[in-house]
C-alpha cells in the first residue's frame, strides 16, 4: 500500500492535487480515460509543465469553452456518478466527497443538501477535480493519506453572495479539525474542492510520517505569488512501519512526542519548581532547565518539556500563565527507548521501587527509585548510597 503526503506549504486546490498526481507519475492518458467514463461533455483536461519560483512543476487545467453551461445540483452530482462506467469504490469516493462538499454549503447557506448548486464551484470543474483526484489515487494505489497544515491564504474574495473572508465559508467549514494558518497572503490558497478532497480522505494531519520516499510531484496553482511558490508538493513512498526499516537496530521501542521550548530571562528562579511541578502533575513526560546566556549577555534559561502528543495543549497552558514567556517553539520529534518495567525490591530495611530498562533481554540499566532510597537511609541511619546500591544488586537478581 502506497502512501502519499501532501506538503500544503502553499494551499490547495483541485486542479493544484490533479497536477501533483500527474507530476507524480499519473499517465494523463489514463486521467482523461477514465474521466470520459463519467460520459459528461463540454469539458478537456490539458496538462503542461510550468515553472513557480524556479521550480519544475505540472499545471492541469479543466478547460470548458462554454460559459453558459447550466449550474448542477447535488442530486445531478449523484446521478452522474451513479450511472458512470467508473468502479464502485471510485463511486463510493467521489460521492463522499460531494456529499461532504454539499453538506458544508448546506450549513453555511441554511438550506437541504438536496437543494445546493454548484454554481460557486463551477459544477463541471469540480465533478472532473474531484473525480480526477478519486481516480489519480485509485490509479497509483495509494492507500494512506497524510496532509500537512494548511496555509489558507487571506482577506477577502468576490463569491455569488458578495465579498466574503478567507478561507471561504464552505471551505472553512470543511476544514474543521484540521490544523490551519495563514501566512498573510491575501489570496484564498485553500478552495472547496481541494478542501473536500484531502479532508475526506485524511483524517490524519501533521508532520511528514515516516515514510521511504519513491516520487516527489509538484502541482501548480493558479497564482503567481511574490512570496513563495504557488505548488503543491505530493510525496509517495512506503510507509516505515517498523524500527529496521527506519535503520534503527532491534530491540528499541520507539514513539513520537511533542517538544515544547522557549528561552526565559526576566522570570524569578524561585518561581521555576513551581511550573515544573505543575507540567508533570499536567502529564509532561519531562522537564528540564538549561542556563544559558542570551544576548547583551543577559543570563536565562532555556524550558524544555517533553509531552504526549495529546497533552501539548495542557503545557501551553501552564506555561503562558505561570511564566513570561510570549512565544513558544513546538515540533514533533521521534523517540527511540528502551523498554522498561518497574519492580518492587524488598530490602532488609524496606521496599524500594526499582525502574529496569532492557534491550530485548539484556539489563542496560537499573535505576532505584531516590525518595523510597531516601527515607530508607534517614530511617535506618545509613548511608544513602549503600541502598542504592544494595536496590540495584537486588533488582539484578529477581
Known amino acids: 500500500m502506497k502512501l502519499a503526503y501532501f506538503d500544503c506549504f502553499s494551499g490547495a486546490s483541485g486542479d493544484m492535487i490533479l497536477g501533483a498526481l500527474v507530476d507524480a507519475g499519473l499517465p494523463l492518458a489514463t486521467l482523461q480515460e477514465r474521466l470520459a467514463l463519467l460520459d459528461v461533455e463540454g469539458y478537456e483536461v490539458n496538462a503542461y509543465p ?12 479543466v478547460v470548458i469553452p462554454r460559459k453558459d453551461l447550466p449550474a448542477r445540483d447535488f442530486r445531478d452530482m449523484r446521478e452522474i456518478i451513479e450511472k458512470s462506467g467508473l468502479t464502485p469504490a471510485e463511486k463510493e469516493q467521489g460521492l463522499r466527497i460531494f456529499t461532504r462538499l454539499a453538506e458544508a454549503e448546506a450549513r453555511v447557506h441554511d438550506c437541504p443538501v438536496e437543494e445546493i448548486h454548484f454554481h460557486e464551484l463551477g ?29 489558507v491564504g487571506g482577506g477577502m474574495t468576490e463569491m ?3 465579498r466574503l473572508p478567507i478561507p471561504g465559508p464552505a471551505t472553512a467549514e470543511l476544514l474543521k479539525g484540521a490544523p490551519i494558518y495563514s501566512s498573510g497572503i491575501d489570496k484564498e490558497l485553500v478552495t472547496p474542492t481541494g478542501a473536500a478532497i484531502l479532508t475526506t480522505y485524511s483524517r490524519t494531519f501533521g508532520p511528514m510520517p515516516r515514510m521511504r520516499v519513491e516520487v516527489v510531484g509538484y502541482g501548480a496553482g493558479g497564482w503567481d505569488l511574490p512570496e513563495k511558490p504557488n505548488l503543491l508538493r505530493l510525496f509517495i513512498g512506503e510507509e516505515v512501519s517498523t524500527l529496521a526499516e527506519a535503520g534503527i537496530p532491534e530491540g528499541y521501542s520507539s514513539d513520537r512526542v511533542t517538544l515544547i521550548e522557549t528561552n526565559i530571562d526576566d522570570l524569578n528562579p524561585q518561581v521555576y519548581d ?14 528540564t532547565l538549561t542556563p544559558m546566556l542570551m544576548k547583551k549577555g543577559r543570563p ?18 501552564i506555561i503562558f500563565r505561570e511564566t513570561t514567556t510570549l512565544g513558544l517553539r513546538i515540533q514533533q520529534v521521534d523517540r527511540v527507548v528502551l523498554s522498561r518495567e518497574e519492580r518492587e525490591v524488598t530490602l532488609s530495611f524496606g521496599t524500594v521501587r526499582v525502574k529496569i530498562a532492557r ?34 544488586r537486588g ?3 529477581v
Do not use: W
Open 50 to 61: 510550468v515553472t513557480k519560483k524556479g521550480l519544475r512543476a505540472t499545471k492541469v487545467d
Open 123 to 151: 459544477a463541471l470543474d469540480t465533478l472532473v477535480d474531484v473525480m480526477g483526484a478519486v481516480i489519480g489515487f485509485q490509479a497509483l494505489g495509494i492507500g494512506k493519506i497524510v496532509v500537512s497544515p494548511l496555509d
Open 160 to 162: 455569488a453572495h458578495g
Open 274 to 287: 513551581y511550573v515544573m511541578e505543575r507540567l508533570f502533575d499536567a502529564g509532561a513526560l519531562d522537564v
Open 300 to 317: 536565562a534559561h532555556r524550558l524544555s518539556v517533553i509531552a504526549p502528543p495529546d497533552g501539548a495543549d495542557r503545557m501551553l497552558e
Open 359 to 392: 534491550r530485548g533481554d539484556t539489563i542496560l540499566n537499573v535505576a532505584p527509585e531516590y525518595e523510597d532510597c531516601k527515607k530508607i537511609a534517614l530511617q535506618a541511619g545509613i548511608p544513602l548510597r549503600e541502598v542504592m546500591e544494595q536496590a540495584r
Open 395 to 397: 533488582a539484578e537478581r
